[in-house]
């Protein structure tokens, strides 16, 4: 993003300043502009030299980056993250700036990397659990319409605000001030706060500056406002003090009109030389601010904070809203509707690009949902605010096609953002319930009709995203072993639905009748012809060794202890050939398999009717008996 203010919060971040080694006068004078947000004459400084430091490197990619040269930012990026000497912070910025040219695959491959040299960051837990969120993400792009605004400039225009019947929103272009000043070198106006008039089509129309006593000699904006218009609060460069390393920071004032004009800016307590605030958003009440601040004891880089109006007229000390919403990444530009629902940018969330906007629900115990393509896409996407009824509003973005760096575009919302659910599980072992890593995973909706696939990670998990109120079921498969199946709904209130799915590993041994559940193969009275309902059993044993061609079966028929010896064993001999024969004319390789008879040798239970003692037993207990075994006796 090229805006200023998210370049004063995002400095600290990304500023490298090699203070020890050795390094050349050009790469000392692009550190100079570095630091002075002029990235342009960084970048002429850098590419000068004839060798950079690692550090160099890194603030001449930081710097591409900047100015939305992404393509020459991942060269460098790519360098510094296949390099001996390279950090964590190098394997996420290369994986990061991958995702913002759209190459999802190879950034996931690289944020993989960066999980393992840092498997706590809740950037990488989320990205390693949501492998398909590209997919996922760009699957409604019919619910939102967007609209390219007349009003942009060719220079910045970001953070649009309602206020009254106007929109508020801060831009670099070329003011009517009788002096319009330039910054840092970089010969590109200060920002100033401008209103603009709403006109049919969700346009922007007639932008004029805002009253001159909130724009003021340097930075000013963005700003918010309450409801009712009598409470304003905007950001402010500190020009008045500078930090150590030169960035001059972001200060918030607040500005309450009598009905006749608005009072003095007021400077809240909590401001300081040494951390930047500002991004606020104003609840409908007036009572409570949000903002982005990154000031000691956050969760990252910039996260979002709130503060309450006490009874005095005085506001409360900030309080961080938590790592539902904060990660170790950056979360700007909140935005909190009456609804109690609060929009945000973060490039720490899963999202398609640099920053992407989410939605959280505050009222409620939702977790951060990104709102999705084509808002987002893999730009910075950022400052989204919606009217009461939110079917409508306005958002920034540094996409292409605009008329400056950052423009702002109008939004129609289609149909209402739908509260995904999900469903994640772990593929298992059936014997001893270890891990079974890369297992397909095939999700079906109630009619059996295929909805998504995923494959489980080396930890054996894996997850959908899907709608609510729905049932849906899954398979999983895996070389030598018997699928898993599982059932999910998501008509309950729980946000997860968890459905591990178990399988059985095919192995010598194994009695195939039992793991597919094959149902008794009946027979006619004294006869071993094959009839129709054992056809259909015996069909399931023809599909799996067709599955692995070289497993091998013995097929055992036995019978209850009824009737002589000698006649259970050569019916059941001959019964035994019978469904071998079926099975052999179906298979490749018919020598696989074989027939046995057993007779009543091999009684699972005690209903022996020989003497001394005759059976009592039950017909469910002969029954038992009377079975057919399918056993593996090679893979």
């Known amino acids: 993003m090229n805006s200023l203010f998210s370049k004063l919060f995002l400095l600290a971040l990304f500023v490298s300043i090699s203070s020890f080694a050795q390094i050349s006068k ?21 590419e000068s030299a004839d060798s950079l430091s690692a550090d160099g490197k890194r603030n001449l990619a930081n710097s591409y980056r900047f100015v939305n040269d992404n393509e020459k930012a991942l060269k460098i990026y790519e360098q510094l993250a296949k390099s ?82 106007q929109i508020i929103f801060a831009s670099s272009r070329e003011s009517l001030k009788a002096v319009d000043r330039k910054w840092n070198g970089t010969m590109l106006p200060f920002i100033d706060m401008y209103m603009a008039d709403t006109t049919e089509g969700n346009q ?46 972001l200060k918030m004032f607040y500005s309450v009109f009598n009905g006749k004009k608005w009072g003095e800016p007021v400077s809240f307590p909590f401001n300081s030389d040494e951390y930047s605030v500002g991004h606020p958003s104003i609840s409908a009440d007036g009572k409570t601010i949000y903002f982005a601040s990154d000031m000691p004891g956050g969760k990252g880089g910039v996260d979002i904070y709130k503060i309450n109006l006490k009874s005095d007229s005085t506001w409360s000390a900030p309080k961080n809203l938590g790592d539902t919403i904060n990660t170790e990444g950056n979360e700007m530009f909140p935005f909190y509707h009456k609804n109690g629902v609060l929009y945000f940018a973060s490039n720490g969330h899963v999202g398609l690009g640099g920053l992407d906007i989410f939605t959280c629900n505050l009222n409620k115990a939702h977790k951060v949902l990104n709102i999705g393509f084509p808002i987002n896409d893999h730009f910075d996407d950022f400052a989204l605010i919606l009217n009461a009824t939110q079917t409508g509003g306005f958002f920034s973005s540094n996409r292409e096609g605009g ?26 072992n059936k014997k001893d319930s270890k891990i079974i890593p890369l297992a397909m995973v095939y999700l079906f909706n109630d009619k059996m009709v295929a909805v998504d696939s995923a494959k489980s990670d080396s930890l054996g998990a894996f997850v959908f995203i899907v709608d609510p109120d729905l049932d849906f079921n899954l398979t999983a498969t895996k070389e030598k072993h018997l699928p898993g199946k599982n059932t999910a709904s998501t008509k309950t209130k729980d946000e997860v639905v968890k459905a591990d799915l178990i399988l059985e590993e095919l192995s010598v041994g194994l009695d195939l009748a039992k793991v597919l559940k094959i149902n008794p193969i009946y027979f006619d009275y004294d006869k071993f012809f094959i009839r129709p309902d054992a056809a259909i059993e015996l069909d399931k044993i023809v599909a799996v060794m067709n599955e692995y061609p070289t497993m091998e079966i013995e097929l055992g028929s036995h019978t209850d202890c009824r009737g002589s010896k000698k006649y259970n064993f050569n019916l059941s001999d001959k019964r035994a050939k019978a469904s071998a024969e079926y099975i052999r004319k179906r298979i490749a390789n018919p020598t696989r398999i074989y ?41």
């Not at 100079?32 to 970048?43: E, L, S, V």
């Open 595 to 635: 027939g046995k008879g057993y007779g009543e040798s091999k009684l699972v239970n005690t209903c022996a009717c020989e003497a001394p003692k005759k059976s009592t037993c039950s017909e469910d207990e002969h029954q038992q008996n009377r079975r057919t075994e399918f056993v593996i006796i090679k893979m």
């Open 403 to 428: 008329k400056g760096f950052d423009d702002i575009y109008g939004i129609q919302v289609l149909k209402p953002l739908v509260i995904k659910k999900r469903i994640e599980g772990i593929t298992k």
């Open 26 to 46: 050009d790469e000392k004078s692009g550190n100079t502009y570095f630091k002075a947000f002029n990235h342009r004459k960084a970048i002429e400084s850098y």
């Open 84 to 165: 001996e000497n390279a950090n964590t912070g190098d394997l996420f910025l290369y994986a990061q700036t991958l995702k913002m040219l759209s190459l999802y695959e190879e950034s996931n491959v690289w944020m993989k990397k960066y999980y393992e040299k840092n498997n706590t960051d809740s950037r990488a837990i989320e990205h390693i659990a949501f492998p398909n969120y590209a997919t996922d993400l760009k699957s409604d792009e019919a619910r939102y319409k967007i609209i390219t605004l007349n009003i942009n400039s060719e220079q910045e225009d970001f953070s649009p605000s309602f206020y009254k019947n």
């Open 204 to 249: 922007l129309s007639n932008p004029q500056l805002f009253p001159t006593e909130f724009n003021e000699k340097y930075h000013d904006g963005p700003a918010g406002f309450s409801n009712n218009g009598k409470l304003m609060v905007f950001t402010r460069n500190n020009y008045k003090a500078e930090s150590v390393n030169g960035t001059k920071k």
